[in-house]
């Protein structure tokens, strides 16, 4: 791993001065207590007309999002602090006897401190003059990276309204992964944390955001922290998304939106069908108020959504009598695919007072898909039904105790249940292989389907993912003469469960044929070869729910020397532990880790800041990983051979002879798969974790202009691996020898990122343009490693990544650090993009507001690697029964890159008043306004000629996929 001077003085001196504030966490051990930030603060100074601080104002604090008001008087000093406001637009009002009164106006951001300053005029007269006073358009003492999207631009622009969606349009972040998940600053796709309302909503198994538990309408504010991430934040190694939802007012409002979406409204692209017709409309409805004015209000809120497309499966195998492949029209066939979507919201929030807030929210999600196609169906009796009913609730206390103390408490639980798959009373499965005329002396093309039931049980109780979440959270003030901290000590629980059969097969038993030909009477027939086919049976060696959990201990200090330098110190613990179905601990670790930000006025005008971070990110112990020592998502499996005659059979046939024509003995085995056998789990394993230092400068010109510039480099340490030896293994009880996968840290894995991230914004400010706000940012960035260490549905790869069966490799002449996993870009790799986005209203008075806007996303294609496929060598072959394997062709990984997408994406609002407060609006979004349908995919496969040479296949550069073409979307409703 390469280290930089900058490094080693960060390692060396700041440090040794961090881990000293370990004493403190055992000052707190007793908090076991969601996690994060999901208030606002508004930070008060007072002077007078002569520069001199001003004791005694009084300072009330409004809002439509507030409780109440909150009355304070600035203190000696001249300052008031009003802590854990919940966001949204505030009044400030200073006001002293013999002074002007003065007031603020404005937005308090998430996780903000908001600075406001009021030079206090005299006047003899004890005139009231309201006038508005200037701050800054971000929080510039504040060393994080974020960004913060309100619900009002959001609304604006042409994008999702899902927190996912929103995320991208910060810099550093990316969906072009193997999982397709959000990336953040050079992260996994399962390397985040994902807050909404404090609780985590991500899938226990896969990482994965949750955007199925919010409701779009009811989203009040999104942030996405990148970088710089203070202490009180943990169980991540990328980024955190924190989202607050809607809780009500003193006033009736709500909304009721239709959305409408039609497959036919996209354009079409080459090698994709033109999408038949079929309109979608999904409403959604809000709605709250005041049960009893400034105490007790309600939110509710529901969406529907039912899916219908036209969606076809392909048939790649089925032959006719002679051989031949049946027509394409009659192997590709069109099936009514459906998804009814219901989801319902409640909060209710509760203050005695304006200082203490008590809230409870509950969602409830049911998502049913009729037909649902898994392992390439090649049937309709193979397509399956999938139902997901979730639901979450979670109560938070927000407390002002003191004028100098806080307490956040927050408790949650998500519970979800994903059951899918074939009809346990039908017959078996068959995976069918297209072998036969390898046998039968025509050619095949070696493809597969699944015929006569689905993949799957439907009767296995489903996929259980359930998590507890909790926090407490002390926070103190303390003015000193050594300047003012900002004190969060507190600590965070996560539990994660799962319970998960995840039988493969309805009936526990999958038939491997290999041919699939229809006879002379129109009847299906499977071909079958002694020896070479099997039955693949299946068993849940034990039920109950295997556990995952995290304790978390910090203090982070937020301190503030003097009005031009502010430090940020943090450090955290955090406890890791895993068991089984019986309660038998497989993990226990722990970890500890620094957080330290500095941050500079240069000037001392609040225009011109630089800033440093360092710190250490610890992310999460993955449910995937620890469960692979017990049996919840991981039934066992036996296949045993086929004795009966080669030969054509129909399905009935085969079902008939069953229980005759396999060998069920020991001697019959020819796989045998038991996760409580040859898995072995590294005690001490911990999260992989992150190492960073920023560099960045801030240009804060006034209250809505801004511009930052970022340098970010982080290098990963502590990825799972799997490593096998030939000399560590165990004989199970059909004297198979099963070689032990060691789940440990492999060092050998390398992940690094650098970037230069650049942001601003501007809106005019009079003439024409007065109506403009123009926002920006880019990224110049490079991610480089030796394993993707994730794919598609597999947050995390642990299959022998590097070092599995090393030595057998090298005696068979290949060097796993050059020809099978070499260091250099990864997939996520994106070395330039940017997003722009450009808003303007024109307001027609009792007629309206149209408000347009522009968004211009671009991003340059993913890495790719000129990879080939060959035989695994014979003695690997019988170690690990892996056919194939991928060589890296001369070395290298990530040397060439596919096209670049971008989009220009109109967004139209048009709102109309009608009676009062309530209002119709009509918008209209358009992706990929210039219809861009580039090349995005081609061919990259190479091979082996016979002289063992590696050539580039005769399909090399051949199209694959297209960038998708303009589409368009409506929405249409009454707010009020």
Same mark, same amino acid.
């Given at each position: 791993?390469?280290?930089?001077?900058?490094?080693?003085?960060?390692?060396?001196?700041?440090?040794?001065?961090?881990?000293?504030?370990?004493?403190?966490?055992?000052?707190?051990?007793?908090?076991?207590? $969601?996690?994060?930030?999901?208030?606002?603060?508004?930070?008060?100074?007072?002077?007078?007309?002569?520069?001199?601080?001003?004791?005694?104002?009084? !300072?009330?604090?409004?809002?439509?999002?507030?409780?109440?008001?909150?009355?304070?008087?600035?203190?000696?000093?001249?300052?008031?602090?009003?802590?854990?406001?919940?966001?949204?637009?505030?009044?400030?009002?200073?006001?002293?006897?013999?002074?002007?009164?003065?007031?603020?106006?404005?937005?308090? %951001?998430? &996780?903000?401190?908001?600075?406001?300053?009021?030079?206090?005029?005299?006047?003899?007269?004890?005139?009231?003059?309201?006038?508005?006073?200037?701050?800054?358009?971000?929080?510039?003492?504040?060393?994080?990276?974020?960004?913060?999207?309100?619900?009002?631009?959001?609304?604006?622009?042409?994008?999702?309204?899902?927190?996912?969606?929103?995320?991208?349009?910060?810099?550093?972040?990316?969906?072009?992964?193997?999982?397709?998940?959000?990336?953040?600053?050079?992260?996994?796709?399962?390397?985040?944390?994902?807050?909404?309302?404090?609780?985590?909503?991500?899938?226990?198994?896969?990482?994965?955001?949750?955007?199925?538990?919010?409701?779009?309408?009811?989203?009040?504010?999104?942030?996405?922290?990148?970088?710089?991430?203070?202490?009180?934040?943990?169980?991540?190694?990328?980024?955190?998304?924190?989202?607050?939802?809607?809780?009500?007012?003193?006033?009736?409002? $709500?909304?009721?939106?239709?959305?409408?979406?039609?497959?036919?409204?996209?354009?079409?692209?080459?090698?994709?069908?033109?999408?038949? %017709?079929?309109?979608?409309?999904? #409403?959604?409805?809000?709605?709250?108020?005041?049960?009893?004015?400034?105490?007790?209000?309600?939110?509710?809120?529901?969406?529907?959504?039912?899916?219908?497309?036209?969606?076809?499966?392909?048939?790649?195998?089925?032959?006719?009598?002679?051989?031949?492949?049946?027509?394409?029209?009659?192997?590709?066939?069109?099936?009514?695919?459906?998804?009814?979507?219901?989801?319902?919201?409640?909060?209710?929030?509760? %203050?005695?007072?304006?200082?203490?807030?008590?809230?409870?929210?509950?969602?409830?999600?049911?998502?049913?898909?009729?037909?649902?196609?898994?392992?390439?169906?090649?049937?309709?009796? *193979?397509?399956?039904?999938?139902?997901?009913?979730?639901?979450?609730?979670?109560?938070?206390?927000?407390?002002?105790?003191?004028? @100098?103390?806080?307490?956040?408490? @927050?408790?949650?639980?998500?519970?979800?249940?994903?059951?899918?798959?074939?009809?346990?009373?039908?017959?078996? #499965?068959?995976? !069918?292989? =297209?072998?036969?005329?390898?046998?039968?002396?025509?050619?095949?093309?070696?493809?597969?389907?699944?015929?006569?039931?689905?993949?799957?049980?439907?009767?296995?109780?489903?996929?259980?993912?359930?998590?507890?979440?909790?926090?407490?959270?002390?926070?103190?003030?303390?003015?000193?003469?050594?300047?003012?901290?900002?004190?969060?000590? &507190?600590?965070?629980?996560?539990?994660?469960?799962?319970?998960?059969?995840?039988?493969?097969?309805? +009936?526990?038993?999958?038939?491997?044929?290999? $041919?699939?030909?229809?006879?002379?009477?129109?009847?299906?027939?499977?071909?079958?070869?002694?020896?070479?086919?099997?039955?693949?049976?299946?068993?849940?060696?034990?039920? &109950?729910?295997?556990?995952?959990?995290?304790?978390?201990?910090?203090?982070?200090?937020?301190?503030?020397?003097?009005?031009?330098?502010?430090?940020?110190?943090?450090?955290?613990?955090?406890?890791?532990?895993?068991? =089984?179905?019986?309660?038998?601990?497989?993990?226990?670790?722990?970890?500890?880790?620094?957080?330290?930000?500095?941050?500079?006025?240069?000037?001392?005008?609040?225009?011109?800041?630089?800033?440093?971070?360092?710190?250490?990110?610890?992310?999460?112990?993955?449910?995937?990983?620890?469960?692979?020592?017990?049996?919840?998502?991981?039934?066992?499996?036996?296949?045993?051979?086929?004795?009966?005659?080669?030969?054509?059979?129909?399905?009935?046939?085969?079902?008939?002879?069953?229980?005759?024509?396999?060998?069920? *003995?020991?001697?019959?085995?020819?796989?045998?798969?038991?996760?409580?056998?040859?898995?072995?789990? =590294?005690?001490?394993?911990?999260?992989?974790?992150?190492?960073?230092?920023?560099?960045?400068?801030?240009?804060?010109?006034?209250?809505?202009?801004?511009?930052?510039? +970022?340098?970010?480099?982080?290098?990963?340490?502590?990825?799972?691996?799997?490593?096998?030896?030939?000399?560590?293994?165990?004989?199970?009880?059909?004297?198979?020898?099963?070689?032990?996968?060691?789940?440990?840290?492999?060092?050998?894995?390398?992940?690094?990122?650098?970037?230069?991230?650049?942001?601003?914004?501007?809106?005019?400010?009079?003439?024409?343009?007065?109506?403009?706000?123009?926002?920006?940012?880019?990224?110049?960035?490079?991610?480089?490693?030796?394993?993707?260490?994730?794919?598609?549905?597999?947050?995390?790869? +642990?299959?022998?990544?590097?070092?599995?069966?090393?030595?057998?490799?090298?005696?068979?002449?290949?060097?796993?650090?050059?020809?099978?996993?070499?260091?250099?870009?990864?997939?996520?790799?994106?070395?330039?993009?940017?997003?722009?986005?450009?808003?303007?209203?024109?307001?027609?008075?009792?007629?309206?507001?149209?408000?347009?806007?522009?968004?211009?996303?671009?991003?340059? $294609?993913?890495?790719?690697?000129?990879?080939?496929?060959?035989?695994?060598?014979?003695?690997?072959?019988?170690?690990?029964?892996?056919?194939?394997?991928?060589?890296?062709?001369?070395?290298?990984?990530?040397?060439?890159?596919?096209?670049?997408?971008?989009?220009?994406?109109?967004?139209?609002?048009?709102?109309?008043?009608?009676?009062?407060?309530?209002?119709?609006?009509?918008?209209?979004?358009?992706?990929?306004?210039?219809?861009?349908?580039?090349?995005?995919?081609?061919?990259? *496969?190479?091979?082996?000629?016979?002289?063992?040479?590696?050539?580039?296949?005769?399909?090399?550069?051949?199209?694959?996929?297209?960038?998708?073409?303009?589409?368009?979307?409506?929405?249409?409703?009454?707010?009020?």
């Amino acid at each position: 791993m390469r280290t930089s001077t900058i490094r080693y003085i960060f390692r060396r001196k700041v440090l040794k001065k961090i881990y000293l504030f370990t004493l403190f966490s055992f000052l707190f051990s007793s908090l076991i207590f $969601g996690q994060g930030n999901q208030k606002s603060t508004i930070a008060v100074t007072t002077y007078d007309s002569n520069g001199n601080v001003l004791p005694g104002v009084v !300072v009330i604090v409004e809002s439509p999002s507030l409780q109440g008001t909150r009355n304070l008087v600035t203190d000696n000093k001249g300052k008031a602090l009003a802590a854990l406001l919940p966001p949204g637009q505030y009044v400030v009002t200073v006001s002293m006897p013999g002074f002007q009164t003065q007031k603020w106006e404005g937005r308090a %951001s998430l &996780g903000n401190i908001t600075p406001l300053k009021f030079t206090m005029e005299a006047n003899s007269l004890e005139e009231v003059v309201t006038v508005i006073a200037a701050n800054p358009a971000i929080d510039a003492k504040d060393s994080t990276t974020k960004s913060n999207f309100g619900s009002d631009e959001v609304d604006k622009l042409p994008v999702s309204r899902n927190p996912i969606a929103i995320a991208k349009l910060t810099p550093g972040t990316t969906t072009r992964n193997p999982t397709g998940n959000l990336s953040i600053h050079g992260g996994n796709g399962s390397s985040n944390l994902m807050l909404v309302d404090g609780s985590e909503y991500s899938d226990n198994i896969y990482g994965s955001f949750r955007s199925d538990l919010v409701l779009q309408e009811a989203i009040e504010e999104t942030q996405v922290l990148t970088s710089g991430i203070s202490a009180e934040y943990g169980r991540f190694d990328g980024g955190v998304v924190n989202v607050v939802t809607k809780s009500g007012s003193n006033t009736f409002s $709500g909304a009721l939106r239709y959305e409408f979406k039609n497959p036919a409204w996209s354009a079409s692209t080459p090698l994709v069908d033109d999408a038949k %017709s079929k309109l979608n409309k999904n #409403p959604e409805f809000t709605f709250g108020g005041p049960i009893i004015k400034d105490h007790l209000w309600f939110f509710v809120g529901y969406f529907s959504r039912d899916y219908n497309a036209n969606l076809t499966y392909t048939d790649y195998i089925t032959r006719d009598m002679e051989g031949n492949l049946l027509p394409i029209e009659t192997r590709k066939q069109t099936y009514a695919y459906a998804s009814e979507t219901e989801r319902y919201q409640i909060k209710l929030t509760y %203050s005695p007072t304006s200082d203490h807030t008590i809230s409870v929210n509950y969602v409830d999600n049911s998502t049913d898909q009729n037909l649902r196609a898994y392992v390439r169906p090649g049937s309709a009796e *193979s397509l399956v039904p999938q139902t997901n009913p979730s639901d979450v609730w979670k109560i938070t206390y927000n407390g002002i105790i003191t004028p @100098n103390l806080a307490v956040t408490a @927050n408790f949650g639980k998500k519970s979800q249940n994903l059951t899918a798959g074939g009809d346990p009373n039908g017959p078996n #499965p068959f995976l !069918v292989y =297209d072998y036969s005329g390898a046998f039968e002396g025509y050619d095949y093309t070696g493809r597969y389907n699944v015929f006569e039931n689905g993949w799957f049980s439907a009767g296995d109780g489903g996929d259980n993912r359930d998590n507890t979440t909790g926090v407490l959270k002390f926070t103190y003030y303390l003015d000193s003469n050594y300047g003012f901290h900002n004190i969060d000590v &507190g600590g965070d629980y996560y539990e994660g469960k799962r319970k998960a059969a995840n039988h493969q097969s309805p +009936t526990l038993q999958t038939i491997d044929a290999y $041919g699939r030909r229809i006879n002379a009477d129109g009847v299906p027939e499977y071909f079958f070869v002694p020896g070479w086919n099997s039955i693949w049976v299946y068993s849940s060696e034990r039920t &109950g729910y295997a556990t995952s959990e995290q304790y978390g201990l910090y203090i982070n200090d937020r301190w503030e020397v003097n009005e031009r330098l502010s430090v940020n110190l943090g450090i955290r613990y955090d406890k890791y532990e895993a068991a =089984d179905e019986l309660g038998s601990t497989s993990v226990s670790s722990d970890s500890v880790v620094p957080r330290f930000s500095i941050n500079y006025d240069l000037t001392g005008e609040s225009k011109y800041y630089v800033n440093a971070t360092y710190g250490k990110f610890t992310g999460k112990l993955l449910e995937t990983v620890t469960n692979e020592v017990t049996a919840q998502g991981n039934p066992s499996e036996i296949d045993y051979a086929y004795i009966g005659d080669a030969g054509w059979y129909t399905a009935e046939e085969v079902m008939n002879f069953v229980d005759t024509h396999y060998d069920y *003995s020991t001697d019959g085995i020819v796989y045998f798969r038991n996760p409580l056998i040859g898995t072995v789990m =590294d005690p001490d394993l911990k999260p992989q974790q992150s190492e960073e230092y920023t560099l960045g400068f801030t240009w804060n010109a006034n209250s809505t202009d801004y511009i930052t510039a +970022t340098y970010i480099n982080r290098d990963w340490n502590g990825f799972y691996d799997t490593i096998r030896t030939s000399d560590d293994y165990v004989v199970d009880d059909a004297g198979q020898v099963i070689y032990n996968r060691n789940f440990q840290i492999n060092d050998a894995l390398l992940r690094e990122y650098e970037a230069i991230e650049l942001a601003g914004a501007w809106t005019g400010k009079s003439g024409w343009y007065e109506n403009i706000s123009v926002g920006f940012n880019a990224t110049f960035s490079d991610l480089k490693g030796n394993n993707e260490g994730e794919g598609r549905a597999v947050p995390v790869s +642990t299959n022998g990544l590097i070092g599995d069966f090393e030595a057998e490799w090298q005696q068979e002449g290949y060097d796993v650090y050059t020809d099978l996993s070499p260091f250099g870009n990864l997939m996520g790799d994106v070395p330039f993009q940017i997003n722009t986005w450009a808003n303007y209203g024109f307001d027609f008075g009792k007629f309206g507001l149209l408000e347009t806007s522009l968004l211009f996303q671009y991003a340059d $294609g993913e890495t790719y690697s000129e990879t080939g496929s060959f035989t695994t060598p014979e003695v690997i072959k019988g170690l690990t029964g892996s056919r194939t394997s991928t060589y890296f062709v001369n070395g290298e990984r990530g040397t060439n890159h596919f096209n670049a997408y971008r989009s220009l994406d109109l967004g139209l609002r048009y709102n109309v008043p009608l009676w009062k407060s309530v209002s119709l609006f009509v918008e209209a979004n358009v992706y990929n306004l210039t219809n861009y349908r580039g090349l995005h995919y081609w061919d990259t *496969s190479w091979l082996q000629n016979e002289a063992g040479e590696w050539v580039k296949a005769s399909t090399y550069g051949d199209p694959t996929s297209y960038y998708g073409g303009r589409s368009f979307d409506l929405a249409a409703g009454f707010r009020f």
